[in-house]
């Protein structure tokens, strides 16, 4: 039996706490083949080390773990802060470091950057009518269009909204142009949802960097070009130029203006005759909105009404229009006959304001005109967005008895068979179809074919811009009935319009 105080085992088993205490959890001592207290000790801590090394290695596991979990965390989150959630493209901040950087290149010598804003034109009628899940549906579709014309050096970013950016690093004025172009053309081609197609459109503005701007300049002259683009009618390009921003100016002031403009009387009504060409009768009137500005003199509608439809004053404003329209055709009650009708032109938002129904019987009431005595125009692009709201609210509008027509048909996305889905009796052709009657035969056949498709769906045509005889007589000829345009009398206001009414009995209308 060794004596206790000289077994070297106690030192081996020093050893071993030393050694385990300094981190080295694999170590171990061997009992010895005694098999006795000492050796149960050895074990004892054998198995303590066993236990305490698990702990270790768990432990040390669950700390990867939850490293890798938050280096995760951080990179979504800097993902999120530089991407936009919806489409997946750069947002503003990394836009406009991608600016700020592309600037600073410029400055050692490099051509500077470019950029392209881009807005949707249909968008609102898209997402008002067919609702968010389709709106954020044409999103994605336009990053993915957009990603698809650009090169892997440039940026393509959402804004917001439908506002998008493309960052063009070091390129020429053509090549940008050419970008932008292709862009146009990939956001007019239609979008599918499901069993329907809707087109967006988009304006673009374009501005390029110079030396020692910001990134928020840059966008912010890019923004006031696309506005230009946009009051040019929708759907074309615009370089920036230094006086846009007053055009910009003066489209805020036209804004705040309009609210008070309705209230202080500052609108007028014109009427423009509309004719049946076979007789030259006047069988309705269509009312154009003037405003009689105290400084700037008579607007027409270009320079306030695509401000109103943004600004949300279009629905006060069209309020006056079918107010003042329904009461002066019953102020010419003696004068005209049964069948008379007045058109008013409606915009989308108007169309989709819930209680434009309301309002109209209303008002067809109040001055005792019957519902078939009022026409509403409706234009083409306005309809053709597949925006269900605004074709629920025309067929009540048609319940009520009222005619609702589709204007300036052939501009936009002219298709004769969406034609028989609509709740509409009268199609209105635009004027540039007809303007080319002279020049071009092959337009003459193709608005004949028109006509005669529009004839066979059993709605009525009207021929709008007709400013000579002959197209006058050529119209006649293609089977069109009635005609519109300065040939037949301008827009003019309610007093020469009643001399004109009363000037001659007017025969009732044949159909
Ligand atoms: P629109 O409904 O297509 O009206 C026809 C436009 O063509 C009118 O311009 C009219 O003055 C003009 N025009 C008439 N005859 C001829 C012609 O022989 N040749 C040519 N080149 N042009 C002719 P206006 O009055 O400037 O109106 C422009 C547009 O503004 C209208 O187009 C209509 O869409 C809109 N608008 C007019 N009044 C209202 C309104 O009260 N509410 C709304 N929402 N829009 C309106
Ligand atoms: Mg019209
Ligand atoms: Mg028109």
């Not at 088993?13 to 171990?28: E, H, M, Y």
């Not at 019957?370 to 306005?382: F, H, M």
């Amino acid at each position: 039996m060794t004596e206790p105080f000289d077994d070297k085992r106690l030192d081996e088993l020093v050893d071993l706490i030393v050694q385990l205490a300094s981190g080295n959890l694999s170590a171990r001592l061997a009992p010895s083949p005694a098999r006795d207290s000492v050796d149960a000790v050895i074990t004892g801590i054998n198995l303590l080390a066993e236990e305490l090394d698990l702990m270790y290695q768990n432990l040390e596991h669950r700390v990867a773990e939850r490293t890798a979990a938050l280096d995760q965390a951080r990179r979504d989150m800097e993902r999120l802060a530089l991407n936009d959630g919806l489409t997946g493209l750069a947002n503003r901040t990394l836009l406009a470091d991608r600016i700020g950087q592309a600037i600073a290149r410029a400055e050692r010598g490099e051509r500077p950057p470019c950029v392209l804003l881009l807005d949707l034109d249909e968008f609102k009628n898209i997402n008002d009518g067919l609702g968010h899940g389709a709106g954020d549906r044409v999103l994605v579709e336009v990053a993915h269009r957009l990603s698809s014309v650009v090169r892997n050096t440039d940026t393509v970013a959402r804004l917001g909204g439908d506002e998008f950016a493309i960052l063009m690093p070091g390129t020429t004025e053509e090549g940008a142009l050419r970008i932008a172009q292709r862009a146009l053309a990939e956001l007019q081609k239609p979008f599918e949802l499901g069993d329907r197609a809707v087109w967006a459109g988009a304006s673009i503005g374009v501005c390029f960097g110079q030396r020692g701007q910001t990134a928020d300049l840059l966008l912010r002259d890019a923004d006031t070009a696309m506005y230009a683009a946009k009051a040019r009618g929708r759907g074309n390009v615009q370089v920036f130029r230094a006086e846009m921003h007053h055009a910009a100016r003066e489209r805020l002031q036209v804004a705040s203006e309009l609210g008070v403009a309705v209230a202080q009387g500052q609108l007028r009504l014109h009427y423009q005759p509309i004719v049946e060409l076979a007789t030259g009768t006047i069988v309705a009137v269509e009312a154009m909105v003037r405003w009689m500005h105290p400084q700037r003199g008579l607007l027409l509608p270009v320079d306030f009404i695509p401000v109103a439809e943004d600004s949300g004053h279009i629905v006060e404003l069209g309020h006056w229009v079918l107010q003042t329209a329904i009461g002066q055709l019953s102020n010419w009650r003696e004068t005209v006959p049964e069948s008379f009708q007045v058109h008013v032109n409606l915009a989308p938002v108007e169309v989709r304001w819930p209680g434009l129904d309301e309002f109209i019987s209303t008002t067809l009431q109040q001055h005792a005109v019957a519902p078939n005595r009022l026409a509403l125009e409706v234009s083409e692009t306005g309809l053709m967005t597949g925006d269900i709201a605004g074709l629920d609210a025309l067929q009540t509008l048609r319940r009520l008895g009222v005619s609702v027509e589709i204007d300036d048909f052939g501009t936009g996305y002219s298709s004769i068979s969406y034609l028989r889905r609509l709740p509409i009796d009268t199609v209105k052709i635009d004027q540039s179809l007809i303007s080319e009657f002279a020049t071009d035969g092959d337009q003459t056949a193709f608005v004949g074919a028109m006509f005669r498709l529009i004839d066979s769906l059993g709605l009525r045509t009207v021929a709008e811009g007709v400013e000579t005889a002959t197209q006058m007589e050529q119209l006649l000829a293609l089977g069109c009935r009635y005609g519109q345009g300065i040939f037949f009398g301008e827009p003019r206001p309610a007093g020469d319009m009643t001399q004109v009414l009363s000037a001659r009995p007017i025969p009732a209308r044949s159909t």
